[in-house]
C-alpha cells in the first residue's frame, strides 16, 4: 500500500457524506479512512466539489462548507490540463462525461487506480477503475 495514489470517485465521497444505503457504504468509509490517517495518497476530481454542493443543496450552507472542508482536509484536488480537458470532450466512449473528467484528472495525478462503485461506466478509462470492495482485497 506505501505510496499507491488512488482518485476518489464522487460516489464514495457521498457514502461517506450521507451514509446513504449504498451496498458499498462501509468499504466507501474505510477508503476514506485510509486516506485521512495517509495510508493512501487520496485525490478527488476538481468536479467533484461542485457536484457534491449541489446533491447536498438540501443540507445548510454551513453543514456544506463543513462538508467540503472536511473533503479538501483529507484529500487533494486533481485537474487535468486543458488538452486532456479537450480529449475528454471528443471522447465519446463514455456515456457519462463527468466520468470521463474523473478519468482525465487521475491520469494528470499519476493515478493506479479510481475507486468508484460505477466500475462499468469506466470501462473505457486510462486508468483501472474498482469498486471498493475489490480495492480493499487488492490491499490486504
Not at 63 to 83: G, H, K, M, W, Y
Not at 86 to 107: G, N
Not at 130 to 140: A, H, Q, T, V
Amino acid at each position: 500500500m506505501k505510496n499507491m495514489v488512488v482518485l476518489i470517485d464522487t460516489n464514495i465521497l457521498l457514502n461517506y457524506i450521507t451514509s446513504r444505503g449504498d451496498k458499498y457504504l462501509n468499504e466507501s468509509i474505510k477508503i476514506v479512512e485510509l486516506c485521512a490517517l495517509g495510508k493512501l495518497n487520496g485525490y478527488i476530481a476538481f468536479h467533484t466539489l461542485s457536484t457534491l454542493w449541489y446533491v447536498l443543496r438540501k443540507k445548510s450552507d454551513k453543514e456544506r462548507r463543513d462538508n467540503l472542508r472536511d473533503i479538501c482536509t483529507i484529500f487533494s484536488v486533481a485537474s487535468a490540463p486543458q488538452t486532456e480537458i479537450m480529449d475528454a470532450i471528443e471522447k465519446d466512449s463514455f456515456a457519462d462525461f463527468e466520468d470521463c473528467l474523473q478519468d482525465k484528472c487521475a491520469k494528470e495525478v499519476g493515478a493506479d487506480y479510481i475507486i468508484t462503485v460505477n466500475e462499468k461506466d469506466f470501462a473505457d478509462s486510462e486508468i483501472n477503475a474498482i469498486n471498493p470492495s475489490e480495492f480493499l482485497g487488492k490491499i490486504k
